[in-house]
């Protein structure tokens, strides 16, 4: 039998062709749009997709408050409104994210401390995210990378012991499960994206979803602009906010959306899961790993390049590249915070440091390489494919096939 070679050295691929992308909408969200422009009204206060949506996601999640909105941004900007920081209170967060996690919390001027995230889940340091706990700190947002939970008990167990609130940034993990529960049902607040990627989309949206009767009115005046509509008289507003409002075109595709959800997050899991129990063995790289008793929905597929491989993880990519297995290094790079200038240099609002040089702020905060090490090789380590509900069990063994290949033969 002739030696098997790497098709970066000249070998065959292991798959050729590229993967199926897929349409996620279709006949049911035509049919929903189409209801509402021969009503002629798309405005939500007077329509029922925005409403019908909102209730449907909620009951999914059992949750009393369902607060639509913009996008995922929108989303996690509405659960810090809820949470309302005074100027330089801080909030604890993961750096692997988007900005969008950033945002809300700068906008509402409270300052964001990153914790560093575990080498093996991608996510939150529990024990990083105490450490990073002073007595300014108001709230923990725990980011579910790549629909992976979080380590939920060892969160909700610190932010008890400190009477912090916890935001589920789910932007990334819709119907991602911890020990039986879904994410965005564990924290006070759940916060979920509909941007194109995600796994149901109306190509930009967002949800924020509570139990909390306070937190859930604040949210819902915060997102319309602060105004009680129920009031008579002159207008009433009571919560300086903003218009975040979905329009019921928006909401139309929602609504056909959320009656997939379920199918959709068993299939792309099925995927996700198989290409998991393909690659038990691999020498060199490990997936993303999944704690116990948790479910993932792989919005990406994370591997890590381990320390004592024979290869970089440049070089891993490359080579998976050449079998035909269409992957990205390193996510966002670096840690958030030294993705955007803006926030690393801590000058947000004209020239002023604004709110990192309030009185009520630690005065010695910096945002740089030293800031979370660990994070940082993390993301020099990161490795990803893309999984979705369009791949047949076929594309996930030839995708496996790839990376089994590239681990055993490169650096030999
Ligand atoms: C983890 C995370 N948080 C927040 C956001 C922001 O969502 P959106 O793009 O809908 O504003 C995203 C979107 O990419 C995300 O992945």
New binding site residues.
């Given amino acids: 039998m002739a030696e098997e070679k790497l098709a970066i050295d000249g070998g065959t691929p292991v798959h050729t062709g590229g993967f199926p992308s897929g349409n996620k909408v279709g006949k049911e969200e035509l049919e929903q749009l189409g209801e509402v422009i021969e009503s002629g009204n798309m405005f939500y206060t007077s329509g029922t997709k925005v409403k019908g949506f909102a209730e449907e996601f909620a009951e999914i999640h059992g949750a009393k408050h369902a607060i639509t909105s913009t996008?995922?941004?929108?989303?996690?900007h509405v659960a810090i409104a809820m949470v309302n920081p005074s100027p330089g209170d801080e909030i604890i967060l993961g750096p692997i994210?988007?900005?969008?996690?950033v945002i809300g919390i700068v906008f509402q001027t409270a300052i964001p401390i990153f914790c560093e995230v575990r080498p093996d889940t991608f996510n939150m340091d529990p024990e990083d995210i105490e450490r990073k706990i002073t007595d300014k700190t108001k709230a923990i947002m725990a980011?579910?990378?790549f629909g992976n939970p979080c380590d939920m008990d060892p969160i909700m167990e610190i932010a008890k012991k400190h009477n912090l609130i916890v935001i589920e940034?789910c932007?990334?993990a819709h119907m991602s499960e911890y020990k039986g529960k879904l994410v965005g049902t564990m924290g006070d607040i759940g916060?979920f994206?509909?941007?194109q990627?995600?796994h149901i989309t109306t190509g930009?949206?967002?949800i924020t979803i509570t139990n909390d009767d306070d937190l859930g009115t604040r949210g819902k005046l915060f997102a319309d602009k602060g105004w009680h509509r129920d009031a008579y008289g002159p207008r009433k507003y009571t919560v300086f906010g903003i218009n975040y409002r979905m329009n019921e075109l928006t909401g139309a595709v929602a609504l056909a959306q959320v009656r997939k959800m379920k199918d959709v997050i068993t299939l792309r899991r099925a995927r996700g899961d198989l290409l998991s129990e393909l690659l038990a063995d691999t020498p060199h790289v490990q997936p993303q790993v999944l704690l116990d008793g948790c479910k993932h929905t792989y919005?990406q597929y994370g591997l890590r390049v381990l320390d004592d491989a024979p290869f970089t993880p440049t070089d891993f990519a490359r080579a998976l590249k050449a079998e035909g297995i269409g992957c990205g290094q390193g996510y966002i790079g670096k840690p958030i915070f030294l993705c955007h200038d803006a926030l690393r240099t801590q000058t947000i609002f004209g020239k002023s440091n604004f709110p990192f040089d309030h009185p009520n702020a630690r005065p010695d905060l910096t945002y740089d390489e030293s800031t979370c090490p660990i994070t940082q090789k993390v993301l020099d380590h990161m490795v990803t494919v893309s999984i979705s509900q369009f791949l047949s069990e076929d594309d996930i063994r030839d995708m496996a096939a790839g990376i089994k290949k590239v681990a055993r033969l490169l650096g030999k």
């Fill in positions: 996008s995922g941004t929108a989303a996690l994210t988007d900005i969008g996690s980011i579910h990378l940034d932007s990334q916060c994206s509909l941007q990627s995600k930009d949206g967002g919005w």
